[in-house]
């Protein structure tokens, strides 16, 4: 296999890596805010493009039993008719569950960069009748959204992609509204799967970005197995 292709495999969900390749950057203000060295079509860190393959791996029939994507919502205690905004949605694996908590009134925003998990999800959700779910296509380094304008934003498995995070927290904070919150769930180091060690972001150093980026960031108790959760507010 490609060193590409093994980067491209170990950088998702269900995937274990022995990728060698160079971890992101993850000081202040010099770095890029696109890191292009994994060679990329879409000018993000990985290319997701292959909707069939990814599919696989996202909705494999195992990942709820670690995931608990019910819990994690629940978690999330959104309100009916809240705004949530799901940033890198993927295949959209999180969308049932966040449509279900904010309701007929509320709103779902899934946010991704490659358009094939776009036109992905837009399918989805016609079939799934998620019918307050809107999808869009949204730049890698902002995520498009109004100041003040949603109550909760959820990443998972998503922050180790973004190049330059604490400018991209600081966009995100000016998103939410007052008493949202941005939950942040990613790989912990040891998980038996995930992106490849050197790209495994440690919660204290998530916790760091978001400080700096002027939010009040926690690590909360409720583990899931294999992964991390922060809030910050
Ligand atoms: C590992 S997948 C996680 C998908 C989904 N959150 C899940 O848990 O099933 C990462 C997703 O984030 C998207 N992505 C990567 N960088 C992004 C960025 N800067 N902004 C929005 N989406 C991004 C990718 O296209 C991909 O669909």
Redesign the pocket.
């Given at each position: 296999m490609r060193p590409f292709a093994l980067v491209l495999l170990a950088?998702?969900?269900g995937a274990t890596s022995t990728s060698t390749s160079t971890s992101p950057s993850t000081s202040g203000a010099e770095e890029p805010l696109v890191d292009r060295r994994h060679g990329h079509r879409?000018g993000?860190?990985?290319d997701?493009g292959d909707v069939e393959r990814?599919e696989a791996i996202?909705?494999a029939p195992d990942?709820d039993e670690w995931?608990r994507p019910g819990e994690l919502v629940a978690l999330m205690a959104l309100e009916p008719g809240a705004t949530v905004v799901?940033?890198?949605?993927?295949?959209?694996?999180?969308l049932r569950y966040l449509a279900g908590a904010v309701g007929p009134e509320g709103k779902v925003l899934a946010?991704?960069?490659?358009p094939a998990?776009v036109e992905h999800m837009r399918a989805r959700v016609a079939r799934e009748g998620l019918s307050n779910v809107e999808v869009r296509a949204?730049?890698?380094?902002d995520?498009g959204l109004a100041p003040a304008s949603v109550d909760a934003v959820?990443?998972?498995?998503?922050w180790h992609?973004?190049?330059n995070r604490r400018r991209?927290a600081a966009r995100l904070k000016s998103a939410l509204r007052p008493g949202g919150a941005l939950w942040i769930?990613d790989f912990t180091e040891d998980a038996p799967d995930g992106?490849p060690p050197e790209m495994r972001l440690a919660p204290e150093q998530v916790l760091a970005e978001l400080t700096d980026a002027g939010l009040q960031a926690e690590i909360l108790d409720e583990e899931l197995p294999r992964q991390y959760v922060i809030r910050a507010r």
């Open positions: 950088a998702c969900a879409h993000h860190p990985h997701f990814f996202f909705d990942r995931q799901d940033l890198g949605a993927g295949t959209g694996y999180f946010l991704d960069t490659e998990m949204v730049a890698p380094d995520p959820l990443v998972v498995d998503t992609h973004i190049a991209y769930v992106p």
